[in-house]
């Protein structure tokens, strides 16, 4: 399937991620059509149309899947029920319901993970208090325990060390299935953002080095500091991933590189990813605009870089700066949002380095 | 005047100018409100909001003033009056009547430009019938007459050659105004875009070698193949236009390069312009963004040329053209038009030269 010029693109979810997509949808002479509740989003901003209701009004998404000649996500908390019923009238949604269950539980995804033949960082199922202290005993103390859904932005996370009382950690995810990652002394975090269309094809972006701060990701830079060999495993195992997904669209694959240049999977992200805000500016074609033509069934762009780069998010109180400050530092793009809090993500600064 | 992060900018015009002057001030984090008549205008597909009515409605034009910040323009035939009654609402309008109405009659353009110091190719005001006979007699017999007002992609344009008949070509024209402009054996047309921001600051791009056909642009080839010494002149002599019209936004001059390097302006237009089409693939900072931010007061960003690069014009029927054999020829971006016509600018396709 290859949509023709001038067809409409459903995305589900109305935040910045959104707003990206319907802009690079623009472009390309698509029109959008936005699904997601609440009034005033970053993303209906920029669409044709908005529909204001709740991912699990089944009438609603049965009229969006009737406006959309397909639809997309920039959320992966989207319910899968939601999807599920998108398709069931006939329309397609690119990623499927299939990577998005998989990326919706942290334990499916290392799982997936690993029977792809990536490995992470060491983990263990934990649904009792007893499983925890024995994942503890086994993995040592330092450690991160992670609900098994719905956490992103450092939410639903509690770090522990070793003088940390598991029950304490264990009552503040309150009971919630979750999921014990042990730390690994690893140099640096790195990511690959890629896009695969419907035929199996694949680009990959250049991996940045990305540094985060209280679980929320602030900075890139790009190129990661790393061996070429190692920025060639990393997109290698990405592209494996996407592949045994069968996904369409732009994937975001984390992961830690080890001392000995291995690497270890952290998290991948079924949709475009805050580490490739980037690509726009600095890569032949961006990642926004990759999305939509993967989803679109149209040819991917190359995903060359064209210089170095460096990316910082503004969060929170970051985007109190005046317009001169933030212009003065690179390529400002602000998402729209009116009320500043505090670890939201209010926009971002490219910087040509190179 | 600086606007704040999140105000509102009006657009006068619905077309593909203000299209992506929305999308680029929605980069930036403001609003946008389109005013004009229509329906699904390629400008109001990705704005906030579009008030549907009439330059002459002037009820509507004074609630447009009261919900903008500052309003811009995307089309310099927008009425002088539109204009003046959002003014007297209180609401400034960047570019202002000044320069709009001079850029809406070719005569008193001509007037200005020579006022500043700036040479024109040879022309003659044309009233009735006996002055053209004058001029074509002054001038020989190859000129184009063009009406005073309201032209545009060479409408109310007509040829002259040495066998045409005066009358008829007066006739054509139905008895309007008109300017009779003699052909000068240029060696190229270029183009100046420039951006000039509330205290005088600009920043000029790197003028672009311009073809046409049937009186459109075609293709814009940048750099154009002239001295160095040639566009700095060419770049002089649009700021010292931005300059006299005490100018805010971004304006574009076109211009023959003479054979002995000397320049002669052809026209100005006080907008954005399709031969800067290609500045935001190719500059650090588009000519779009840099409206934006002279018209919010924001500083202005480096208009530095990152690459060569060509732009080549979607033009009718050229959109029927698969979406895939387009985007295999560059960067894509199409206007949201639903209906091709003859001479209708569709979109452009931006390539990487160099």
Redesign the interface.
Known sequence: M?LP??ATIGILGGGQLG?ML??AA????F?TLVFAPGENLPAA????RHMNAAYDDVLALQAFAGACDVVTLEWENVPVSAVETIEAVGTRVRPGAGALSVAQDRVEEKVFLERCGIDCAPWRAVDTVSDLHDALAEMGPDAILKTRRDGYDGKGQVRLHGDTDALSAWNELAGASAILEGFVPFNMEISVVLARDPIGQVVTYTPPHNTHARGILRHCSVPAPIPETVARDAQRLATKLADALDYVGVLALEMFVMPDGSLLANEFAPRVHNSGHWTPEAC??GQFENHI?AV?G??L?ASTL??AVEMENLIGAD?AES??AM??RG??????K?EIRPGRKM?HIVR?TG
């Open positions: 290859s010029i001038g707003r319907a802009m623009a472009k390309l002479g029109k901003q920029v669409s044709n032949e074609t033509r679109a149209w040819p762009g064209l210089y985007a317009a001169q212009l003065a390529s400002v793009t602000l998402y729209g009116e926009g040509k």
